[in-house]
């Protein structure tokens, strides 16, 4: 898609479709909506003010009205686009607003859409002082790249109905505000980007996008954007002793992937960072197909299985915006990544495996397999100088059950490490509730013959039993946990983003990196 930022007169601009935001500035709780556009353009409220005082667009989230030939614009149609309560905006809002308007044009034939820049002026008795024009320019710009991605891929009659092109059309305002709106566009551009990429990973069938295959794209996405790659398989993970990873791979007939990228900034001549520099790590989960294993999964939704690789897909996605956007803060990803198969020679429960680590686990159920590779990963990137890790993972059916769909889990052993990846969801708008990891969980995953078992002795917290065993393998490192099981597939179309793949923790796993930066 051809994306533009122009800065002119929204009214004077000619297109199929011209979007604009409106939201509800009615104060008191019983109080009937009372719209307001975010546009400070005499001709578009005068072609929207009939339907604006008649009640029937609110301005709700997410809600749209299309009026054909609006008069004093040359634009072809006009959407108005509701952003909720003024009082409540944040930038989250005006990202599922764009997605919004973008998904009103695709089933309509539009393939031009231009969306006018919400003026934070519009309102005589409402400020939007705390979202900065670059957050504003940049959440409309992810919100409708991430929007116009469907997830049809291998249907042979297949109908493209991506926009062709967006215009992000800002009124002329003085130099500072421009370079700001111009900034927010491009970083949008880039975030947006990589967690498409992150989806289209995510989106491939297990017999598309193997182990081996996940390699392959990530070198090449690595290779395109400046990026350090080695991708290793099954000799390596030998060599280091990565005998939690091997038994999860050992039951497959594809090899595994151990593929490490790595960013390192640079400085102006003559500087360099300090020796007490943080490295950040960045540790995925990257199952390509997981049946469970010898403790196979029902039949029922098995499919949905391929997206178990979806942490490892954020970390991918992740380092592709981060050597874009350039923070000066050294960055190392570790994604470890398998299929978790039945076989003659898969592991079983009873068996005991050991971690490179050294500490030995009781296998009590093979489909407990991402904790294992992870714990492996998570324990590399330590040896490779990382200060700080953060890992992300389609981990626990227990976090799915303790939060549903809407908010993934979060769990951390230091309290201003979650602190600073909380401050970055403000920025990125994505969901992450905290989650206990204290200690006196830990008896839950004892084992008698072993260090440690990979399951806990009961049904229940196992979302937070998961995480201790994590935190087994990061000891007093600095470090982040993400859940990401109930959030990185959409089983229904939303009305900002397609079915499929969501790309869930890109963003705010970005942010929480150039939180770090120098």
């Known amino acids: 898609m051809d994306t533009k930022l122009l800065f002119q007169d929204a009214a004077g601009f000619a297109t199929p479709m ?13 109080a009937d909506p009372l719209p307001a556009l975010l546009s400070t353009s005499d001709a578009v409220t005068n072609a929207a003010a009939k339907v604006m005082a008649s009640g029937e ?12 030939s609006p008069s004093g614009l040359k634009a072809e149609r006009l959407l108005l686009v509701g952003l909720g309560k003024s009082k409540s905006l944040s930038v989250n809002e005006v990202r599922r607003g764009a997605g919004a308007a973008v998904r009103t044009a695709k089933p309509r034939g539009v393939l031009q859409v231009a969306i006018a820049f919400p003026e934070d002026h519009a309102l005589s008795d409402e400020h939007l002082d705390e979202l900065p024009c670059l957050l504003i320019s940049r959440a409309v710009v992810e ?16 109908k493209d109905t991506a926009l062709q092109t967006l215009s992000i059309v800002a009124k002329e305002a003085e130099k500072s505000t421009r370079t700001e709106i111009q900034q927010g566009f491009d970083e949008g551009l880039i975030v947006a980007n990589a967690q498409n990429f992150t989806r289209s990973l995510v989106n491939e069938p297990g017999n598309v996008l193997t182990p081996t295959v996940l ?37 497959s007939g594809e090899p595994p992937a151990l593929i490490v990228m790595t960013y390192e900034p640079k400085l102006e001549k003559g500087k360099s960072l300090p020796k007490d520099a943080p490295v950040i790590g960045l540790v995925g989960k990257g199952i ?11 039949a029922e939704g098995m499919e949905k299985m391929k997206y178990d690789m979806a942490g490892a897909a954020a970390m991918i996605g992740a380092m592709r915006a981060i050597a874009q956007l350039k923070p000066k803060v050294k960055v190392i990803s570790v994604v470890c990544s398998a299929e978790n198969m039945p076989d003659g020679r898969a592991f079983k429960p009873g068996d005991v495996v050991t971690a490179m680590s050294g500490k030995t686990i009781e296998i009590v159920n093979t489909d407990a397999e991402g904790r294992l590779v992870l714990a492996d ?14 890992d992300a993972a389609t981990l626990t059916g227990a976090c799915v059950v ?40 830990r008896d839950q995953i004892n084992s008698q013959i072993a260090d440690i078992r990979n399951t806990g002795g009961t049904r229940w917290g196992g979302a937070t039993t998961a995480a201790l065993f994590l935190k087994e393998f990061v000891g007093d490192t600095p470090w982040v946990h993400l859940d990401i099981a109930g959030c990185a597939w959409n089983d229904e179309v939303k009305p900002a983003l397609a079915k499929g793949p969501t790309g869930i923790a890109v963003r705010s796993i970005l942010e929480w990196v150039r939180s770090y930066s120098a």
Request: charged share 25%; aromatic share 10%.
């Open 143 to 158: 919100g409708a790249l991430l929007a116009n991605s469907d997830y049809d891929t291998y249907k042979s009659d297949r």
């Open 402 to 441: 303790a939060l549903g769909m809407l908010n993934a889990g979060l769990f951390s052993n230091d309290d201003e490490t979650c602190e600073k990846f909380q401050d970055a969801m403000k920025i990125s708008g994505e969901k992450f509730w905290r989650l206990p990891c204290t200690e006196d969980y």
């Open 288 to 298: 390509t197909f997981d049946t469970g294993g010898i403790s196979i999964k029902p």
């Open 57 to 68: 667009f609110k301005a709700t989230l997410g809600e749209t009205l299309l009026l054909h």
């Open 215 to 251: 390699g392959e794209r990530a070198a090449a996405m690595c290779e395109e954007v400046g990026l350090k790659c080695e991708v290793y398989s099954t000799e390596k993970l030998h060599e280091l002793k990565m005998g939690a990873f091997w038994a999860v791979a050992q039951g």
């Open 377 to 390: 990963g998570l324990h590399y990137a330590k040896t490779l100088g990382c200060t700080h890790l953060i």
């Open 18 to 30: 011209l979007a604009v935001f409106a939201v509800d500035i009615a104060t008191a709780v019983d």
